[in-house]
């Protein structure tokens, strides 16, 4: 489970309080909410993250589809 | 130093909106993010690459309406650069939102200009990137309040996406 996941679970209790019998979903990263961690908190373990990511296969690819040769108008 | 800071530094008045995960994370949707874009006047863009290439990016590729660079170090961010016309960046500027980003003040796109830029993203992206920008309209109707089938988010579709991606999106959120 990945460190959002925590966060979302994390709330998800002090909300419902301390109720053991309840099973709190996965969120996978998505929040339904806005969340309690500051912007620069979770910006910070995105950015920890950044040197392990790079030598993951496939990143250079991935990286590729990123740009959007279309220009944007209004 | 933040990316940021350096860029605000190095601009000497050139402006510059924050755009991407970034901008989507300023208005409410904390997901996860590899890069930082950025999104600037063409007008400027030999200026821009200028600038970034003397803060020790490597350009990487050019497409054009965009630029991807390489940061010289592994724990920054690697950075995207995003064109358009001088009227269209004057457009997006002048309603943009002040934000304080890595403990650095920007400014990011209005939560409907931000909206706009993802729905093009939606139409042009290809690849698992559509996965991603499809994910951050969603989310980003939802955990701000917005009613998905209000009047203006279908406008918005239907001038800069089309309406089998409109359609998707009420989707994902009934």
């Known amino acids: 489970m990945n460190e959002s996941s925590n966060y979302s679970l994390e709330e998800s209790r002090l ?18 909410h806005r969340s309690r961690v500051s912007n620069d908190v979770w910006l910070a373990y995105c950015r920890s993250n950044l040197a392990k990511i790079r030598t993951r296969p496939g990143y250079a690819e991935g990286r590729k589809q990123d740009g959007i040769a279309a220009e944007f108008r209004f | ?19 991407g995960g970034h901008a989507v994370i300023e208005h409410g949707f904390q997901r996860g993010t590899e890069d930082a874009d950025i999104l600037v006047s063409r007008d400027d863009r030999v200026a821009w ?14 497409g054009g309406a965009f630029m991807q660079f390489e940061s010289p170090e592994p724990s920054q961010w690697d950075l995207d650069l995003m064109m358009v016309p001088a009227e269209t960046f004057g457009r ?13 003040a ?15 993203a939606l139409k042009h992206g290809r690849g698992l990137r559509t996965l991603k920008d499809l994910t951050d309209v969603a989310q980003l109707l939802s955990v701000n309040r917005i009613d998905p089938k209000s009047a203006w988010l279908r406008e918005r579709f239907e001038k800069h996406g089309d309406m089998e991606l409109y359609e998707r999106v009420i989707q994902l959120l009934s």
Do not use: C
């Not at chain 2, 860029?7 to 050139?14: E, F, H, S």
């Not at chain 2, 200028?50 to 050019?62: C, E, M, S």
């Open chain 2, 49 to 62: 690459t200028k600038i970034v290439t003397d803060l020790g990016y490597k350009l990487i590729r050019d």
């Open chain 2, 1 to 19: 130093m933040s990316l940021f800071e350096q860029l605000n530094r190095a601009a000497a008045g050139l402006r510059f909106l924050v755009i």
């Open chain 1, 15 to 32: 909300i419902y309080g301390n109720a053991g019998e309840l099973e709190f979903p996965d969120w996978s990263g998505h929040l339904p």
């Open chain 2, 106 to 120: 920007v400014v990011v796109p209005s939560l409907t200009h931000l909206l706009a830029l993802k729905i093009h």
């Open chain 2, 92 to 104: 997006l500027l002048a309603t943009a939102k002040a934000a304080t980003l890595e403990g650095v």
